[in-house]
């Protein structure tokens, strides 16, 4: 007979619940160590089910029960909370996991495997020092402002032009607050640099994913939100539809609908990875500001909603377009080989690769499209001329009818090449303007009295 087993886990114990029979009893505390989860987890039947929620631990625990039972699944805390009865205490929570294992009602979650679980904690790593240099940095602002100290001339306050010029204004500081800013100057030196470290880490990586140099295709995203995505996303297959892998992220709006009323939009819903979801909305703004259909986009819909709505907009399409170039293996096909050859040159610079400066860099082996193999080769990328026509008495080309002029309005260069006048009259008072009037000519080539259709007339004397 197949047991539900439910386990509410904790730093250092866990509380243990059993369903079986269609009854619910608790079954005691467990320690959180691996000896004591082991010893635990030869005791169950190799049908037992288990429900664990998905907590800081949960993964590790459910990596030593998995072997020994028929399934743990990892529940979704929010799922849970919202089932729960009024009373929260361990056994209750332990008993709701058994109850809701058993019904089939329990929300589960995705295991990732041991590749997305580095990206995620390494991207998690990045946000937070992130977020710390950021603290650093607000802080020393927050005391230049309440010493009254002028505004920087610069923008970047913390670059070489901004130190030399805070340098300056030390002196000007009270005690307490000199030593308060150097201490966060050196914070912002010393995340700086594991940051270095890190970012690093991160553009090997994506040089060694496929799928993360697919991604960086796209306009605004770059190697640590393709790695971003890749750890968030996993196995793509998991997704039937975009408007899933939407949901997942949390840009999908809320709903409201009852009744007669018509449904009523709202935020979106944030759920899943906030720090995804961060790098996401970077990316859109950035995506924003390169020409591109994304592009327009944003400024059809900032006109009408406003630039921040429009933003998560062009996130969400981001997303969308990331889920058909995972699902098919192809490219944007709106991508900038330019922009993408530059992104990538920055990551193989930061991976240690050699500097070139002054030097033309080979096309790599990625940027190449699969359809040149059965195109001619040429020396030079721009078209080849025509044949000069050896029989026209002003050497031009053969198949030479018109001629660029310089433009004489500002745009004027978009409307193509323009029809050079002829100058000067006919040379033969029968010959008219038109072709379509003007007599056929007889010449030694023709003598039916027709010029040869490969032939241009030429009416210049």
Known sequence: MVRSIGMDVHRDFCEVAIAEAGAVRAAGRILTTPAALELFARSLAPTDEVAIEATANALAIARIIEPHVARVVLANPKAVREKSPRAKTDKVDAKTLARLLAVGFLDEVWTPDEAARARRRLISRRCALVRQRTREKNQVHAALQRNLIERPPMSDLFGVKGRAWLSVRLGRLPLDERLSVEACLRQIDFVAGELAALDKIIAADA????????????????????????????????????????????????????????AKHGKISKQGPGEVRGLLVEAAWHAARTAGPLRAFHQRLAGRRGANIATVAV???????????????????????????????????????????????????????????????????????????????????????????????????????RRAKPRGRLSSPRTCASLRQSPAPTTPESPTGQAPASRRLDFHP
């Open 207 to 262: 040089l060694s994913d496929v799928d993360a140099l697919r991604l960086m295709t796209l306009p605004g995203v770059s190697a640590v939100t393709a790695i971003a995505l890749r750890g968030a996303i996993g196995d793509i297959s998991r997704f039937r539809t975009p408007r899933h892998l939407v949901a997942y992220l949390g840009l999908d709006p809320r709903v409201r609908q009852s009744g007669n009323e018509p």
């Open 315 to 417: 996130a969400r399409k981001l997303v969308i377009i990331a889920w058909h170039l995972l699902s098919r293996g192809e490219k944007y096909a709106f991508m900038r080989p330019a922009l993408y050859r530059q992104k990538i040159r920055r990551l193989g610079l930061m991976t240690g690769a050699t500097r070139q400066q002054g030097k033309r860099l080979a096309e790599p082996s990625y940027l190449r499209a699969s359809d040149r193999a059965g195109m001619p080769k040429t020396n030079s990328s721009r078209p080849t001329r025509p044949p000069i026509d050896a029989s026209s008495p002003t050497g031009r080309h053969h198949g030479h009818r018109e001629r660029r002029v310089r433009a004489r309005h500002r745009g004027a260069h978009l409307k193509g090449p």
